[in-house]
DNA sequence: CCTCCACTGGAAACCTAGGCTC
DNA sequence: GAGCCTAGGTTTCCAGTGGAGG
């Protein structure tokens, strides 16, 4: 790239107008002033979590909903609120994503963390974590709600012990106590817990809808109106995010992102207005980009499997893999992992929808999967050659 | 209708790297 | 330092299986 090509993409950052007023509106960590739709849902937990301004504690909540129906920005902002009522110290309101958090260990770290105590970040047992926590809690005469997000995925990477010790100490604490609001997007998961917590867990239940399309449209046209200058967003270009996102789910938070890039895309190229155009751009470069990252981030003996799977344009099966994948391992003085893993692995590939690995029959011949990839030949190799670890491999 | 292939996928055990307490 | 904890990735072991070819 050139210096001129560098000018010439200042100077027309310079010409084209600022279409954005205020991104910060469309990123994921706002909440809005106002939850349109979300008003049944916002008033039921705001009944069941009233009672904790007077002292007493509120029933455990469970919300349900797939993802980008509004689970989470509407139980931050009822917590919120809440917040504003109380002025005294001894309400603490701690939001946990487990998913992010990642593990049983991690997501009670983090609650305490928020009570200001001090955990390592392994070596505690869980019992003596647990009770450090409670601890806390009662020399601090406090009231805990703890909302743990994506609380599915935490039960199921693990035990639900971490649940069944929360509710538990529920019942145990005083002073101070601890309330639950689980969030969680997939429906079914009640049934992998153990009903002692699910009966402890759920005294209440809220179901949140998807958004149908038109509703996404307000939505988004609210939130557009915040963060564009006037004139800046065509509608058909709301509508046509709307109806994007709507396609998939009635996820909103997708609808929100979809809306931010197409801005920035438009942007980018000096528009005065961001046109459909822009948002079909901005929808092909999210799927880009996610699979970009996707392939990037992933772990080196992944990589090696793509690697060997590209070695099979018309599809391969796991025995025929495994021998391309071992010849790239000694190759590249890669340490050989088992085939059990290697099947593992491509499990995993499959879900990230980096490669498609379907079992199938074969009667006589065996049972097996049926392994093809699913992203661009140049794209992979591209991607792959950044790593240092095939650069032997590359060349030949 | 039966066989038997080439795996699948569950379960448990193992290993490494971290950290605790005494 | 000994003896205990955890996470997370891996290996080991193995029972289970859909369906083409007999």
Same mark, same amino acid.
């Given at each position: 790239?050139?210096?001129?090509?560098?000018?010439?993409?200042?100077?027309?950052?310079?010409?084209?107008?600022?279409?954005?007023?205020?991104?910060?509106? !469309?990123?994921?960590?706002?909440?809005?002033?106002?939850?349109?739709? *979300?008003?049944?849902?916002?008033?039921?937990?705001?009944?069941?979590?009233?009672?904790?301004?007077?002292?007493?504690?509120?029933?455990?909540?469970?919300?349900?909903?797939?993802?980008?129906?509004?689970?989470?920005? /509407?139980?931050?902002? /009822?917590?919120?609120?809440?917040?504003?009522?109380?002025?005294?110290?001894?309400?603490?309101?701690?939001?946990?994503?487990? *998913?992010?958090?990642?593990? %049983?260990?991690?997501?009670?770290?983090?609650?305490?963390?928020?009570?200001?105590?001090?955990?390592?970040?392994?070596?505690?047992?869980?019992?003596?974590?647990?009770?450090?926590?409670?601890?806390?809690?009662?020399? *601090?005469?406090?009231?805990?709600?703890?909302?743990?997000?994506?609380?599915?995925?935490?039960?199921?990477?693990?035990?639900?012990?971490? !649940?069944?010790?929360?509710?538990?100490?529920?019942?145990?604490?005083?002073?101070?106590?601890? @309330?639950?609001?689980?969030? @969680?997007?997939?429906?079914?998961?009640?049934?992998?817990?153990?009903?002692?917590? !699910?009966?402890?867990?759920?005294?209440?239940?809220?179901?949140?809808?998807?958004?149908?399309?038109? %509703?996404?449209?307000?939505?988004?046209?609210? *939130?557009?109106?915040?963060?564009?200058?006037?004139?800046?967003? @065509?509608?058909?270009?709301?509508?046509?995010?709307?109806?994007?996102?709507?396609?998939?789910?009635?996820?909103?938070?997708?609808?929100?992102?979809?809306?931010?890039?197409?801005?920035? /895309?438009?942007?980018?190229?000096?528009?005065?207005? /961001?046109?459909?155009?822009?948002?079909?751009?901005?929808?092909?470069?999210? %799927?880009?980009?996610?699979?970009?990252?996707?392939?990037?981030?992933?772990?080196?003996?992944?990589?090696?499997?793509?690697?060997?799977?590209?070695?099979?344009?018309?599809?391969?099966?796991?025995?025929?893999?495994?021998?391309?994948?071992?010849?790239?391992?000694?190759?590249?003085?890669?340490?050989?992992?088992?085939?059990?893993?290697? @099947?593992?692995?491509?499990?995993? !590939?499959?879900?990230?929808?980096?490669?498609?690995?379907?079992?199938?029959?074969?009667?006589?011949?065996?049972?097996?999967?049926?392994?093809?990839?699913?992203?661009?030949?140049?794209?992979?190799?591209?991607?792959?050659?950044?790593?240092?670890?095939?650069?032997?491999?590359?060349?030949?």
């Amino acid at each position: 790239m050139s210096t001129d090509d560098l000018e010439r993409i200042f100077q027309r950052a310079k010409q084209g107008k600022a279409l954005f007023k205020d991104r910060e509106v !469309l990123t994921p960590d706002y909440i809005p002033a106002r939850l349109p739709f *979300r008003d049944a849902q916002s008033s039921a937990i705001a009944e069941v979590l009233a009672p904790v301004l007077h002292g007493s504690k509120p029933s455990n909540l469970l919300l349900y909903g797939k993802t980008g129906t509004g689970k989470t920005a /509407v139980a931050r902002y /009822v917590l919120s609120k809440l917040k504003e009522q109380t002025d005294t110290q001894d309400l603490t309101t701690v939001y946990v994503n487990t *998913r992010l958090a990642n593990t %049983e260990y991690r997501t009670l770290a983090e609650l305490g963390g928020t009570l200001g105590l001090k955990l390592p970040f392994t070596g505690l047992s869980m019992g003596e974590l647990l009770s450090r926590v409670e601890q806390e809690i009662q020399a *601090r005469h406090t009231r805990v709600i703890l909302v743990l997000d994506e609380i599915d995925y935490l039960v199921k990477n693990s035990t639900d012990e971490i !649940l069944y010790g929360l509710t538990r100490s529920n019942e145990q604490l005083s002073p101070g106590f601890l @309330s639950l609001v689980g969030i @969680s997007n997939d429906l079914q998961f009640k049934e992998s817990l153990d009903p002692r917590v !699910l009966s402890s867990l759920s005294e209440e239940e809220l179901v949140f809808p998807p958004y149908t399309v038109t %509703e996404l449209q307000e939505i988004l046209a609210e *939130r557009a109106g915040l963060a564009f200058r006037k004139g800046a967003m @065509s509608s058909s270009a709301i509508n046509l995010c709307a109806a994007i996102a709507g396609s998939e789910h009635g996820d909103a938070r997708r609808a929100v992102d979809l809306l931010r890039i197409s801005g920035e /895309v438009a942007e980018r190229e000096g528009l005065e207005q /961001v046109d459909d155009e822009s948002v079909r751009k901005a929808s092909a470069k999210m %799927e880009q980009d996610r699979i970009d990252e996707a392939l990037r981030s992933l772990p080196i003996q992944n990589k090696a499997i793509l690697l060997a799977s590209s070695r099979f344009p018309s599809g391969t099966n796991t025995g025929e893999l495994y021998i391309a994948y071992n010849n790239i391992c000694k190759r590249s003085g890669l340490e050989v992992l088992t085939q059990r893993r290697v @099947s593992g692995i491509l499990a995993e !590939l499959d879900l990230l929808g980096l490669v498609e690995a379907s079992v199938v029959s074969q009667g006589r011949r065996g049972r097996t999967k049926r392994i093809r990839l699913l992203i661009g030949l140049d794209k992979l190799e591209k991607i792959l050659a950044e790593d240092p670890t095939f650069e032997a491999i590359n060349r030949t």
